[in-house]
């Protein structure tokens, strides 16, 4: 059995994860994602470098045998990266951008075989499109505090999953870690995805 370490504090991807029955050992990067060295990184560029960092964050703390999955998510719109709004002023205009339009939810993914000493790194990308929501909707959905913290001001799982209209792509990179791309990288390590599994 191998053991897996999520190297991150969102609920959303352990929640993937042990949507698939994987139960994941948590430790957190603590990494500073506004630091400004990644200010001129391409939204693309910027979630594989975070995921990376992230993921060696915790490489040494991390048991001998295990593997590392750092994640990262950034929305990009008209070419530029959305982040967490963090404050509700930012969280309702960032809404009013993207009522009716779309953009592109990139997830960089980092993971690190320390047992092989190998490392993997890819990106998932899929292409979100939002309804057209009223002032009233826009404010009652940020008063929730659920897009505050989250890339992009918004959640496919939560509360404005009703605000979005079509999706291209994977589902689960959207949440936060592609589980299709995450499979396609354990495999190339060698690994089958059931031995991830706590049985």
Same mark, same amino acid.
């Given at each position: 059995?191998?053991?897996?370490?999520?190297?991150?504090?969102?609920?959303?991807?352990?929640?993937?994860?042990?949507?698939?029955?994987?139960?994941?050992? #948590?430790?957190? &990067?603590?990494?500073?994602?506004?630091?400004?060295? %990644? @200010?001129?990184?391409?939204?693309? +560029?910027?979630v594989i470098a975070l995921a990376i960092l992230k993921a060696h964050t915790v490489k040494d703390i991390a048991?001998?045998?295990?593997?590392?999955?750092?994640?990262?998510?950034?929305?990009?719109?008209?070419?530029?990266?959305?982040?967490?709004?963090?404050?509700?002023?930012?969280?309702?205009?960032?809404?009013?951008?993207?009522?009716?339009?779309?953009?592109?939810?990139?997830?960089?993914?980092?993971?690190?075989?320390?047992?092989?000493? #190998?490392?993997? &790194?890819?990106?998932?990308?899929?292409?979100?499109? %939002? @309804?057209?929501?009223?002032?009233? +909707?826009?404010?009652?959905?940020?008063?929730?505090?659920?897009?505050?913290?989250?890339?992009?001001?918004?959640?496919?799982?939560?509360?404005?999953?009703?605000?979005?209209?079509?999706?291209?792509?994977?589902?689960?990179?959207?949440?936060g870690l592609s589980l299709p791309l995450l499979r396609k990288m354990i495999i190339s390590l060698g690994y089958s995805w059931p031995e991830?599994?706590?049985?």
């Amino acid at each position: 059995m191998i053991e897996l370490i999520l190297a991150s504090a969102s609920p959303s991807r352990l929640r993937l994860l042990e949507s698939v029955g994987i139960t994941p050992k #948590v430790i957190v &990067s603590g990494v500073n994602e506004e630091a400004a060295e %990644f @200010a001129s990184l391409t939204p693309a +560029e910027l979630v594989i470098a975070l995921a990376i960092l992230k993921a060696h964050t915790v490489k040494d703390i991390a048991p001998a045998n295990s593997l590392i999955i750092g994640c990262d998510s950034t929305f990009e719109f008209e070419g530029k990266s959305l982040g967490k709004p963090e404050t509700k002023e930012n969280a309702i205009q960032r809404c009013k951008q993207l009522s009716g339009q779309s953009g592109y939810l990139h997830t960089g993914h980092c993971l690190i075989d320390l047992k092989q000493g #190998v490392e993997l &790194s890819e990106k998932s990308t899929s292409k979100v499109t %939002f @309804a057209q929501m009223s002032d009233e +909707e826009i404010v009652d959905y940020v008063n929730s505090g659920e897009p505050l913290q989250v890339a992009g001001g918004f959640t496919l799982d939560g509360l404005s999953s009703a605000f979005i209209t079509k999706i291209e792509g994977d589902p689960s990179g959207i949440i936060g870690l592609s589980l299709p791309l995450l499979r396609k990288m354990i495999i190339s390590l060698g690994y089958s995805w059931p031995e991830l599994k706590h049985k």
